[in-house]
């Protein structure tokens, strides 16, 4: 099943209006460690510490600003902040369509399910343009307000539903050219035995096949520990890195161990 | 720019061997705000803070702790953790190549890059350059921390973009939300799919994010003129988590042992 309603709104465009609401589509169910003080194993905070006094800050303390220049801010609260962000109007506004190739899933964030808001005639418009989405393979950009916060996203159309990706913004997103990556000269010969490796360990996406097998025994291990057994420590599996000069050898006898 | 890696290790592929570092792909766009104490207006850091000895305290003092019964824990050390999954705690092993096409992004979960450690330079940039060429993904399993995660490795701009993708069992069923089987008619169809024809633009992420930084700069800028900026009080820089910190750190921990017996 889907998550509960979290919301509820209208996708607008045009003259259309399709009210939806909103359900989360993901739920990661994980064993949660607490970080504990190892002297006395009390629970720790994350807490606010003024670089200054040394001292943690309560939130009614703490106030945004804006670097003008090395040590000066111009101060902004919240409030001036919430001025910028447009008015809660319960609109998912689409602003344009363009192509699902085109939309880098580097900017996908988080996605949510949309639910038809009503049945009869507006009922009958989210399944059209779920229908007509899907056919010209298209996603709605899109920009709506939700809890005091704007966010940008992606209408996408997938089975019978429509589902609702928030979207990165670019100045997000840290360019490559900032990782300071060397250029290494390959030969033709290296690439084309690489590609022929990649192509025979290449299958279809079945994700069904992985399953998080280490927390079964996270779980085994806490046990042990909670019945005061013995852990062995294991060294992590550490590989030898491939030296350059025999990479060419190293694909040639990879690619004969899939073959 | 220096990077900060998160993780380092080995990614592989049959029997090629990469050592990399694991760097973060996001920078949470605040617009370069800063989070200030309004009296002093000096700049505010998160730290962990221990509530019943009201301190900051630093990262060797502190242990995970899996919760058995209302505060009372199970110790878990960093080695303890890695022995879960040895062979996942410092290896990446892709152990299949799939068509990037094929995923599905509702399972998409966060981006990271892998950058090439010394030696690794040639290995790096032919993994890279040979995934471009063929349009493939790698998918591999990796342990960090308490946490093991399905990833999909892709090349981007000349780089390897590793992204944490969610397992099936996480991804919620539709059907419950799905809307009844409807008839729906060719003409009601035709006149949104023209609607939506109109519409129809070339997509351009910046567009977005200058369209958010133009308006909080128009703020910024009313706000400046009405007001001088603030300035923080000068601080002394900090000390780095190095050994002098750690032998401080194991002598106060030893004091509190002390004390507390």
């Known amino acids: 099943m889907a998550g509960a309603t979290i919301w509820k709104g209208n996708i607008h465009f045009r003259n259309m209006d399709v009210p939806v609401k909103l359900h989360s589509a993901v739920r990661e169910e994980r064993i949660q460690f607490h970080l504990l003080h190892k002297p006395d194993q009390v629970k720790l905070r994350q807490q606010m510490i003024c670089a200054y006094e040394k001292k943690p800050v309560p939130a009614e303390e703490q106030t945004k600003g804006f670097e003008v220049e090395d040590g000066k801010y111009i101060v902004i609260d919240a409030e001036e902040l919430e001025q910028a962000v447009p008015e809660g109007n319960r609109m998912i506004e689409v602003h344009e369509f363009v192509k699902t190739e085109q939309i880098d899933p580097i900017f996908l964030d988080r996605v949510y399910y949309l639910e038809p808001g009503t049945t009869g005639i507006q009922g009958k418009e989210y399944s059209v343009l779920v229908r007509a989405m899907q056919e010209m393979d298209v996603q709605g950009i899109c920009t709506w307000t939700m809890r005091k916060r704007s966010y940008l996203g992606a209408l996408q159309a997938s089975g019978k539903v429509l589902r609702l990706n928030t979207l990165r913004y670019a100045d997000e997103v840290i360019p490559v050219e900032s990782l300071g990556l060397q250029i290494v000269a390959l030969s033709e010969k290296e690439l084309k035995i690489g590609s022929d490796l990649i192509n025979q360990m290449t299958g279809a996406f079945e994700p069904r096949k992985f399953e998080n097998e280490h927390q079964k025994k996270l779980q085994d291990m806490i046990e042990k520990k909670a019945r005061g057994e013995n852990i062995a420590i294991l060294a992590p599996r550490r590989l030898k890195p491939t030296e350059s000069d025999q990479l060419l050898q190293v694909l040639e006898a990879s690619l004969k161990k899939v073959a | ?261």
């Open chain 2, 1 to 261: 720019m220096a990077v900060q890696g998160i993780w380092s290790g080995t990614i592989s592929f049959s029997l090629v061997a990469i050592p990399v570092r694991l760097v973060k792909a996001i920078e949470p766009g605040r617009v370069s705000f800063h989070l200030l104490h309004s009296k002093d207006y000096s700049r505010l850091s998160q730290r962990m803070f221990c509530p019943e000895e009201k301190t900051m305290v630093s990262q060797d003092e502190i242990i995970r702790g899996y919760e058995i019964v209302p505060n009372k824990f199970i110790l878990m050390t960093d080695e303890e953790l890695e022995s879960v999954s040895p062979e996942r705690s410092r290896t990446i092993e892709i152990v299949e190549f799939i068509d990037v096409k094929e995923v599905d992004p509702i399972y998409y979960d966060h981006p990271y890059y892998l950058v090439p450690s010394k030696g690794g330079e040639k290995a790096y940039q032919l993994l890279v350059e040979v995934m471009r060429r063929t349009n493939k993904a790698g998918l591999a399993k990796f342990v960090l921390a308490e946490r093991e995660y399905l990833v999909a490795i892709k090349s981007r701009d000349g780089a390897l973009e590793m992204t944490t993708l969610h397992y099936s069992d996480e991804i919620l069923p539709d059907e419950d939300i799905s809307p009844k089987k409807e008839t729906i008619a060719a003409e009601e169809e035709s006149r949104i799919t023209k609607s939506i024809e109109q519409m129809i633009e070339d997509f351009n992420a910046a567009k977005y994010a200058d369209g958010r930084r133009k308006k909080l700069m128009d703020l910024l800028e009313t706000k400046a003129k009405d007001q001088a900026p603030v300035e923080a009080p000068a601080v002394e820089e900090e000390e780095g988590e190095g050994p002098a910190d750690l032998v401080a750190a194991l002598e106060e921990s030893m004091r509190k042992v002390k004390e507390s017996r």
